[in-house]
């Protein structure tokens, strides 16, 4: 990776897009420090702290939405704009068939979640303005401050959009998933510092500090090397005739990433499992959200046994979701069956297209409840050890690693177009 970096140096395009990330960069962790007006910061620390889905969103968004700055919203809407659009593409025909146009149609397609993105942050906006109102942050209730809020939010988070575009078109890696990077990187201080003041304060010992260590390094490795698994499904193509040419058999493979699925599924369950508890931010009086939020034997009690259990099972099932929505293995074996392509002992066609789904079904559950492992971590170390509220979760782990994975690996690329030797090697 280093060696990959250094190379990367040496040739003056790619030197260039690296001090233009590392610019738009500085932009951007600059607006995290600049407040939105009338708004106390401090009566939102425990809702950033929470392990809830605003926990989420302030974790991703660096702190911007503890300390309520213009950038609080961060990418979030365009997260979910992309999400909806990636299954809009599965429902809608048109957008499925526009999706198979090849880069023109892919830049529409973009520009459609671009789109779909400032039309949820208005509306996510509304809502944030809603949450921050009924947890007694916002210092001035009139009708133009609430517009200037509104407003600031959507603007930044449109500009946030606009900077990771550049980031994507002039410098290294895809802009979005960077700056995400980056935010979730800056947390890593943050969460330092709270472990020291828990041991100098006596809190933990230096045994539960060392078990501590151990247990991030190792989930850290293990989703290193899930991220980098992938089953590799065997196909062979037969020989035919191209006019006087006879050209041979020959074998390869379709690569399907084991952790494919693993942070949209994640972020499905969270959404799903915090929404009762969002709307109660929303009502604060309703029994009936007190009641379903809280109750003892509610799925939805945050950090309960019963939650946990939910959150594992609706994780699972949603990396089995989005895995089938996703590769199609109905298309799969067709397109094989065209191309003259075939599994080693499947028969063509309906056979090929449920061995795919087998294979995919038994990736998605592996994904799964590995992924579910990595996101109640932090619960459990919440509710059953003595390190309480840090700005760790499992989630994260995920998204660190694909960014820095897929970063280097078009580094790799540019390298090798310029006769380059990286970490491949």
Known sequence: MLKTLKNAWKVDDLKKRIIFTIFIVFIFRLGNFIPVPNIDATALKELASSQTLLGF?????????????I?????????????????LNVIIPSLEQLS?????GRAKIQNYTKYLAIAIGAVQAYGTYIIIYNAGAVK????????????????????LIWLGDKITEKGIGNGVS????????????????????????GTIDIVMLALFIVAVIALFVGTLAFSLGERRVPVQ?????????QIKGQSSHIPIGVSSASVISIIFAMSVMNFPATLKEFFPGSKFFTLLVEG????????SFPYMIAYVVFVVFFAWFYTQITFKPDEMAENMSKSGGYVAGVRPGKPTEKYLERVLTRVSIISGLFASLVAIFPIV????????????????LFIMIGVAIDTMRQLESQLIMRHYEGFLK
């Open 296 to 303: 003892r034997w509610s799925i939805f009690r945050v950090n």
């Open 237 to 245: 193509y037969s020989g035919r005739v191209s006019g006087t040419k």
């Open 57 to 69: 969103y302030d974790l991703i968004s660096g702190g911007a939405f503890g300390n309520f700055s």
């Open 178 to 201: 960077v700056l995400i990077f980056i935010n979730i990187v800056s947390r890593v201080p943050t969460m330092i510092a709270q472990v020291s003041v828990l041991y100098t304060g």
């Open 100 to 104: 198979k146009e090849g880069q023109e």
């Open 140 to 159: 001035v209730d009139s009708m133009l401050n609430t517009f200037l809020i509104i407003t600031t939010l959507v603007a930044s988070s449109t500009f």
């Open 71 to 87: 950038f609080a919203m961060g990418v979030v809407p365009y997260i979910n704009a992309s999400i909806i659009m990636q299954l």
């Open 381 to 396: 170390l919440e509710k059953y050890t003595s390190f309480k509220g840090l700005a760790f979760g499992g989630t994260v």
